[in-house]
């Protein structure tokens, strides 16, 4: 019996389409995080995480169509661990940025300035007022108000995607068992 007998299609169109809902789960709470504050509490990893995660699953579409070799299933594999990789840095960021809400990579004058998607069609006065340069021991610098107001709307956006990474390990690694189960001749139902 060879290997395509012994990795049936079902593991991989299931494992498949897990793997396309919870990358749309990711993307769409990282862009609804996104959208209650753009610049705190985030490093937007859901959204290159999901470039990754994109290839992954439609890799895992097309094996099970269409190429069942091993070697496939090996380049998959590889997809697989890197998507397991990847999944454990957006919980390492979902578990720093839930307990760190105000943290801005941006720079000082653009982390004051941005907030919410909301807040670019109406609150350019109030940005203004807030984010003017002001001179602190001898330094020009930009207070940023995060620290006023966190965005704390942003948590359970967060422990979501935090959750849905986990599931994404879980779907790659039952993708690595059935390979090693299939490279070691045990069968599935054969």
Known sequence: MGFKERF???ITLVLAIVQ???TAAIAGLEFG???YDVAHGTIWV???AAIIFFYTFLMMFIITCCCRGRCCATYILI???LS???AAVIIYFDVYFQNNLCQCYLGTDLCCALRGISSFNSDYGTIAKNC???TVNGYQTVIDQCSSYPPTSKTPLLK???ACAAAMIVTCGLYVLAYTFACLGICFGH
Do not use: E, I, K
Request: aromatic share 16%.
């Open 8 to 10: 049936p299609r079902w």
């Open 20 to 22: 396309l809902v919870l």
């Open 33 to 35: 995080s996104v959208y």
């Open 46 to 48: 859901g959204f290159w």
């Open 79 to 81: 997809l697989n661990v």
């Open 84 to 86: 397991a990789l990847v």
């Open 132 to 134: 003017t340069p002001v």
């Open 160 to 162: 979501g995607q935090l």
